[in-house]
């Protein structure tokens, strides 16, 4: 089944939907990995419910500086043509619990994040990032969702590569369209499938989105209404539940499978 990559500006609600849909994920029987791979985002594992494990994915891997090492014997030419930090396929059964951490069918892992002023970019991250997709294998009823930084940043570190399909998180503003008009393009030259979620719209925002991206040729594939209640969830940083969205997130996770 699809490993899916969610994409949006910042505060478009892109964690909220990666949130709702593992949760969904889990009620029909599936098995969901959720993966941060956003450096600064520091709530989502209270939002899905599943603490951090003991390490980040870079942690595991022997941390920043072991990571960059690799990288620049790369660059010095002694290395393959492209660094690789996993050399064999792996399922979801057979990544450590050092990075990742279950409860029940829904599991949670860190790529990395910035942990000290002036460390450096966060290019590392998305270099590993990047290779762990390559080589993760899924079946049958297994789902991995990625949650990003904001913009556009992951596609030129190369994470769509690993990835079935882009889903872009829309907001009601003129910015999360240009945005998601990019998006579209870049992922259509990484050859992956695109579609649009709007998110935190009413009936007249949604109806202008919806005619801003037929215009660009942009495939709406699920809509989230505004909700006053997620909102004030949100804000409380607990586990996020919205019970009227149930019926958009079937529709969606349909038209993805």
């Given at each position: 089944m ?17 949130t ?13 990995l ?37 990288l ?37 892992m ?22 762990f ?11 991995v ?14 994470i ?62 699920g ?35």
């Amino acid at each position: 089944m699809p490993k899916i990559v969610i994409s949006g500006r910042g505060g478009c609600g892109k964690s909220t939907l990666v949130t709702l849909m593992a949760k969904e994920l889990k009620e029909q029987g599936k098995t969901v990995l959720v993966i941060d791979s956003d450096e600064s985002n520091l709530g989502l594992a209270a939002m899905i419910g599943v603490k951090p494990a003991e390490k980040t994915l870079m942690d595991y891997l022997g941390g920043k500086p072991a990571v960059m090492d690799k990288l620049m014997a790369q660059i010095r030419g002694e290395e393959n043509e492209r660094a690789e930090f996993f050399m064999e396929n792996s399922g979801l059964s057979s990544l450590s619990p050092e990075f990742v951490n279950w409860n029940g069918s829904l599991a949670l892992m860190q790529i990395g994040k910035i942990e000290h002023t002036l460390e450096g970019c966060a290019c590392p991250m998305g270099a590993i990032a990047r290779d762990f997709l390559n080589h993760l294998t899924v079946e049958e009823d297994q789902w991995v969702l990625i949650d990003t930084e904001a913009g556009v940043e992951h596609f030129g570190r190369g994470i769509v590569e690993g990835a079935d399909s882009v889903l872009m998180v829309v907001d009601p503003s003129n910015d999360a369209v240009l945005l998601t008009e990019k998006a579209a393009e870049l992922t259509e030259e990484a050859g992956k499938n695109f579609g649009a979620v709007l998110n935190k719209v009413d009936e007249k925002t949604r109806l202008i989105l919806e005619e801003m991206l037929a215009a660009k040729n942009i495939m709406i594939k699920g809509i989230l209404p505004y909700s006053s209640t997620l909102a004030q969830i949100n804000l409380q940083g607990e586990s996020l539940d919205m019970p009227s969205a149930i019926e958009e997130l079937d529709k969606l996770i349909t038209v993805i499978t």
